[in-house]
């Protein structure tokens, strides 16, 4: 087995894989913002009930079970745990279909949210054992790729099947898909060797303290936590956006954002990863400045589309710059926390990480748009979700902020 986990060719499969899965994740999570007309015409949902099933309801369990899958993994098989996730969120992605009313798609949503917490941190883990550090950006950013890949499928395979079919046939396609490919998952992937570690065994005691004090952790975690919140709220209810204040109806709707999520998301990834890995080298702290820059960008470009209803030619090319800068951060911020800690707690690390990002983007966000969209609503009536997007805009400028402040400590605390 150690001969073939030291292959290159064997190494871009395991990348493969991982990318396929982390696909998963999130057209999993995508299809429900595509859907959102026919799901709350359905099941008769207000926007804020909506965003708290599209957030809340996901990250509640989704961002505390992160940490204790992900020791599991760091002290196991991380190939093991993410199969097993990806077999568990499938199901639940399946039943999810069956909702008929708010308590049993809250309660499904929830049961997605603790399959995919065991998916992402050792996955990360995974791939900083199977790529060297000269190379590790850019692995993290090809298995990125499957954020914008993930959203984009799941954008326009929930408009098909739902315009042709229903939206609860959408939910049991992609559910029994996942669960298909889960054992074929573990039958390629396998852990890489790993060297005994007088520590490999450690208590949760001992990482969060190491963490606590690394300042760079705490500012990147809550920087990208504000980037999250804004982004995973467009990706609920941008499609909503497209249908009330643009006029869409599903299918254009799911071309327009698909061709944005892909282009622009695919674009972004890359750049993130091929980037932090030529200028980190020299500097650290460009780990953190880069995705500082594109934020920065990002805000003011995003709400000059929002504003551009009358022209959909025009909002798509003004989208397509904030669709790439607002996700450029992967690849780079990623690589950067795997390095504040040794290398056998990597999996709880990023796993940390995600449960700050993860409760700030995912828990607030989709409900605190969709809050907005209904508070607004008496006064700018079908506009009011789009305001509401604007509003959280500034989101993108705080994570900016603190990231800039994150570039000396993530120097200090970077360790090899």
């Known amino acids: 087995m150690t001969m073939r986990t030291e292959r290159p060719g064997y190494r871009r499969l395991v990348l493969a894989m991982l990318l396929i899965v982390y696909t998963f994740n999130f057209l999993d999570r995508q ?37 204790p899958l992900a020791l599991l993994a ?56 199977y790529f060297p550090p000269q190379s590790r950006a850019r692995a993290m950013a090809i298995y990125s790729l499957g954020v914008p890949v993930g ?26 898909a996942g ?11 396998r852990d890489p060797p790993r060297r005994p570690e007088p520590a490999e065994r450690a208590p949760l005691a001992t990482v969060f303290p190491l963490l606590a004090g690394k300042p760079a952790f705490w500012l990147m975690a809550v920087a990208a936590g504000c980037s999250s919140l804004t982004g995973y709220g467009l990706a609920l209810w941008t499609p909503s956006v497209l249908v009330r204040s643009f006029h869409f109806d599903l299918i254009a709707t799911g071309q327009f954002m698909g061709s944005l999520l892909l282009i622009g998301g695919t674009i972004g990834v890359l750049a993130g990863g091929v980037l932090a890995d030529k200028l980190g080298p020299a500097d650290r702290g460009w780990y953190a400045k880069l995705p500082a820059i594109a934020w920065a960008i990002t805000a003011p470009t995003f709400a000059i589309g929002m504003l551009s209803s009358g022209s959909p030619a025009l909002a798509w090319m003004l989208f397509l710059i904030p669709n790439a800068l607002n996700i450029l951060w992967l690849g780079p911020v990623t690589t950067a926390v795997q390095h504040l ?28 748009m969709g809050r907005l969209s209904d508070a607004l609503t008496a006064s700018y009536a079908d506009d009011a979700l789009r305001i509401a997007a604007i509003l959280c805009l500034g989101f993108y400028l705080v994570a900016a902020v603190l990231m800039l402040v994150a570039v000396k400590p993530l120097r200090r605390g970077w360790h090899h």
């Open 151 to 176: 959203l984009a499928g799941g954008t326009l395979l929930g408009a098909y099947i739902a315009s042709w079919v229903e939206w609860r046939t959408a939910f049991y396609a992609v559910g029994i």
């Open 341 to 368: 800690v040794p290398a056998h707690l990597r999996a709880t690390a990023a796993a940390s990480f995600l449960l700050i990002n993860n409760l700030i983007g995912l828990g607030v966000g989709p409900w605190l």
């Open 74 to 129: 760091d002290r196991t098989s991380r190939s093991w745990v993410i199969a097993g996730s990806l077999a568990v969120w499938s199901g639940f992605t399946a039943l999810c279909g069956t909702a008929t009313g708010l308590g049993q798609l809250f309660l499904y949503r929830l049961g997605v949210g603790v399959g995919e917490a065991g998916g992402v941190a050792p996955s990360y883990a995974l791939i900083s054992g």
């Open 179 to 189: 669960i298909v490919l889960a054992p074929i998952f573990r039958l390629i992937v």
């Open 31 to 67: 299809i429900l913002g595509i859907l959102a007309p026919a799901i709350k015409a359905d099941l008769h949902l207000s926007d804020a009930e909506f965003g708290a099933v599209g957030g809340l309801a996901f990250a509640m369990l989704y961002s505390v079970l992160g940490v």
